[in-house]
């Protein structure tokens, strides 16, 4: 069951990427110059996001025509209640020393690129290729790097007519579910000048602003406190972004492969639990990764702690609207020793999965976010399980089309394992799952061990 994913024969490193325009560009009409506030949750993922989607010639839309079209509907979603701040800059409140966004028409990044390939001479779109990068701008250098936009989008067009469409941007401004809004928006808007929008967005960040005072209810051992020099608010990264030398591997499952799980992870009928997809595989990832780290007399007795995010749109009191533009997930999170994942039945794994995000009730979130208040800390843990699994962005529609396949631009990193959906190959479902994973060399080849041990 599972199959490494090899490796591509060939490999483009270079995809001879030319860039034909870039700089600013500024909302279709005037706007009111204001702050948004941003919330616990938004200020801890101030760092940037690159995701490309690749889409096949389609006719009636030759590149340069699309570039327009996408070109004109980010402009006029850069305006007021819709996606103003885009076009904002970050900057400190003097007099709360909060982060906030100033909406100040600054302006965002767009770029236009050409390549000297085809779509089809890049080869594989699934396996992570380093050289997609050229196909995101991620900074201007004539921008200083205080001023820098906070989004940035970049059309690049192949030999064939097709294009990708390269997005970077902070993570402060959208989840994943947020940044589907946008791209939906950005679409609806490519079909028609304007509108109506698909969705509108509720961009009131104020709903996840901490209680006053403060009201911690539950400890959070996924959250780590940080002693900030004096004056400064602003919370490292979710991880550290050093790079590590690693080995990286990526395990594809089928949805076959994934009910296989499903049904080992099967839990006495008295034991209150939720057999997923995404649980049991992060189930198995847990055991995986925890043991691989093995090395020494006394580690079955060490605490391995998964984290993942959680979005709490629908389970707050009152729920948040499901338009809500901004960050609205927090970190679940499961605990044990790596004696009980390696000995213990798996689903009673697939339930520690299960119980870390069912403990994510309103009282939970709103103790999580006026923690964030007192203590401006951040998630903590061995490692995150980042889903881009079931998003969705493969999904919306263009004028040209839906995307071939939508994917991050993905960087190895030993603390995150990342999971994102298989390529939709000639209409069939892609409900399939690829597990990337960043490891030293000899903790890899445990992890493999360990891997088609367990998924067996």
Known sequence: MGALYLKPETLHEDLKVTILDSGLIFPSQETTKHTMFLSNIDKVLNF?????????????????IVAGKIKNAFRRLLVANTYDFLAGRLKKNKESERVEIECNAAGAGFTVASSEFALEDIGD??????????????????????????????????????????TSMNHISFDGSGFKMFLENLAALSFNDDGPL??????DRSLLAA??????????????????????????PVFDSLKDDLAFEIFQLSSADIERLKDKAKAPDNVKTKVTGFNVLTAAIWRCKALSCLGGENNSDRLSTVLFAVDIRRRLNPPLPDSYSGN???????????????????????????????????????????????????????F??????????????FPWGKPKYSCPVVYHRKDIILLFPDIDNGGKS???????????????????????????
Not at 125 to 147: C, G, I
Not at 198 to 203: D, S, T
Not at 384 to 397: A, I, P, Y
Request: hydrophobic letters at 40%; aromatic letters at 14%.
């Open 48 to 64: 940037d996001v690159q995701t490309v989607h690749f889409f096949p010639a389609s006719p009636g839309f030759p590149p340069e």
């Open 430 to 456: 892609n409900s399939g799952v690829n597990v990337l994973v960043a490891l030293p060399p000899k903790e890899m080849e445990k992890f493999k061990s360990l891997f088609h041990k367990f998924l067996a």
């Open 211 to 236: 209680r006053s005072p403060p009201q911690v209810t539950f400890p959070h051992p996924e959250l780590l406190k940080v002693n900030l020099p004096a004056g400064e608010e602003m919370a490292p």
């Open 125 to 166: 779109l699934v396996y992570p290729n380093p050289a997609f990068r050229q196909l995101v701008t991620m900074s201007f250098d004539f921008v200083a790097k205080e001023d820098q936009p906070l989004c940035f989008l970049q059309v690049t067009s192949f030999k064939c007519g097709g294009f990708a469409l390269g």
């Open 328 to 382: 609205a997930v927090l970190t679940g999170y499961g605990s044990a020793k790596c004696a009980e994942l390696e000995e213990g039945p798996f689903w009673k794994t697939v339930q520690m999965v299960y119980e870390g995000a069912a403990r994510m009730t309103d009282e939970y979130a709103r103790s999580a976010i006026d923690w964030g208040e007192l203590y401006k800390g951040f998630p903590h843990g061995e």
């Open 384 to 397: 995150l399980v980042s889903s881009w699994w079931r998003l969705g962005f493969e999904g919306v529609q």
């Open 198 to 203: 698909a969705v509108v967005p509720c961009n």
